[in-house]
């Protein structure tokens, strides 16, 4: 019964979940995701959020699975197969310097004020703890300086990878960034300068709700008067 039945190494990774191909050709020939698209359940106002149509059919994806907990989802997100949408988090960093090290400078250094230093922005990939680019900056240069070509780098790195989910602190907080980021068709979550007009916002109306001890969210609409439509 198994004469036939070949052995080889091969380059391409491998998952245990292949039956998931099955269940997508089900799916897809039965227009499942087209009748979900048409009705009218609610969407999450917000760029972290996913479509409702994909938290289903990744919830059926994981009793097909033999999932019986929610926690046992996890188990396929972080197979590298199946796992073809990254979560890219982006960050700086500050380097003290005791030397001369080249393009060391005096910038920005909470931990030892007017001493020289490197700024390095990086980029790593969330969802299997890997680091996708590293540029080393003069300690002088804000956390935006390179942005733009520091992300296309990055992005040519991920060639043939999907990025579905860009994260990045306050220090990246900026028009031109936030444009490129749209032109591109990317989703991202940038955290909010803390900025007068942004706690004018905070303090008025909201419905708060607390996610934790000491950690409350809410969801507003806000756009600064230099922004375009």
Same mark, same amino acid.
């Not at 409702?52 to 197969?81: E, K, T």
């Given at each position: 019964? +198994? ?15 292949g039956? =998931?191909?099955?269940?997508?050709? @089900? ?17 999450? #106002?917000?760029? /972290?959020?996913?479509? %409702?149509?994909?938290? $289903? $059919? ?11 907990? +929610?926690?046992h =989802? !996890? ?8 796992? !073809? !949408?990254?979560?890219?988090? +982006?960050?700086s960093?500050?380097?003290? /310097?005791? #030397? ?8 920005? !250094?909470?931990?030892? %004020? ?5 700024? %390095?922005? =990086? ?6 703890? @890997?680091?996708?680019?590293?540029w ?25 990878k ?5 994260? @990045? ?7 031109? $960034? @936030? ?6 068709? =990317? ?14 916002e ?5 419905v708060?709700?607390? $996610? ?18």
């Amino acid at each position: 019964m +198994f004469k036939d039945i070949g052995i080889k190494f091969v380059d391409k990774e491998i998952t245990p979940f292949g039956g =998931l191909s099955l269940f997508l050709k @089900m799916v897809e020939r039965c227009g499942f995701e087209e009748v979900l698209r048409e009705c009218g359940l609610p969407e999450q #106002g917000s760029n /972290r959020g996913y479509r %409702p149509w994909q938290l $289903i $059919i990744g919830l059926f994806a994981g009793v097909w699975c033999g999932a019986s907990m +929610f926690g046992h =989802l !996890n188990l396929v997100r972080y197979d590298r197969v199946l796992s !073809n !949408n990254y979560t890219l988090d +982006f960050d700086s960093t500050v380097m003290v /310097r005791e #030397g001369e090290q080249e393009d060391a400078a005096k910038g920005y !250094n909470p931990k030892r %004020p007017g001493r020289n230093s490197h700024h %390095p922005i =990086l980029a790593f990939v969330s969802d299997i703890r @890997m680091i996708a680019n590293y540029w080393l900056r003069p300690g002088n240069t804000s956390a935006s300086t390179n942005y733009l070509a520091f992300l296309e780098d990055t992005l040519e790195n991920l060639q043939g990878k999907t990025v579905g989910l860009i994260r @990045m602190d306050s220090g990246f907080f900026a028009k031109e $960034i @936030m444009d490129y980021l749209e032109s591109r068709g =990317l989703q991202y979550i940038v955290a909010c300068k803390f900025t007068w007009p942004t706690k004018r916002e905070l303090v008025r109306g909201r419905v708060w709700t607390e $996610i934790d001890d000491g950690i409350e969210m809410a969801e507003t609409t806000y756009q600064e008067q230099s922004w375009g439509t």
